[in-house]
């Protein structure tokens, strides 16, 4: 093994890849925001408050293991959410202060855009 | 022909499609946002003020002719932009308006994002 090589961080395959936070891109975002399952998802855990974390199975989203998985990961690689695992349970959390301070008000009016449509 | 028919509107051809305003759906206002060349197009469109036109020529996109005819076309299927023929040019505006009413502060928010991102 070279020893100038960066140490791999990943702990038995289970720590997941994200973007640091300037390497969060604005098509990325709009992108992973551009469908109403994610929307509800990033809903749900904004209304949680700042820092909270669920897990996979706490949404019940109405969709197959493997495409939910799929939406988390969409999610997860634009910016937009944390995960980590915490024992057998995937944990997610809003990336709000890092989506906050590169993009002041973007998830604030997507949401409330996401209410307004829901409450036609 | 059938009297009760609704008497098409097209004439020659000429009249594009938009989606009432109640009919745009934040979900494909997203999707359309999530593109470099579309934004830069709608940062142009709002920079030249409520109401003005401009025609698809005067944005000089570094794409094909079809490539930037198929972005306007998703620009305006998602109700961003009312496309209007006038002799033989493509003219563009803005729905600021309508966007305002549906999602209060979106495209700002989106717009400001877009100016911040370049500005990194």
């Known amino acids: ?15 997941l890849d994200h973007p640091d936070r300037e390497r969060i891109r604005l098509d990325q ?3 992973a925001l551009a469908d109403p399952l994610r929307l509800s998802v990033l809903r749900r855990l904004a209304a949680a408050g700042p820092g909270a974390e669920l897990s996979c199975s706490d949404f019940d ?4 293991k493997s495409t939910s ?3 988390f990961r969409v999610l997860r690689e634009a910016g937009l959410i944390a995960q980590t ?20 008000g ?6 409330a855009a996401a209410a307004r449509e829901r409450a036609r």
């Open 85 to 104: 695992y915490r024992g057998t349970a995937k944990m997610n959390a809003l990336r709000g202060a890092d989506l906050e301070q590169l993009f002041p």
């Open 61 to 64: 989203l109405p969709v197959s």
């Open 29 to 31: 975002v709009l992108q």
């Open 1 to 15: 093994m070279n020893p100038s090589s960066p140490a791999p961080v990943t702990v038995a395959g289970r720590t």
């Open 69 to 71: 998985t799929h939406h």
């Open 106 to 111: 973007l998830l604030d009016a997507v949401l």
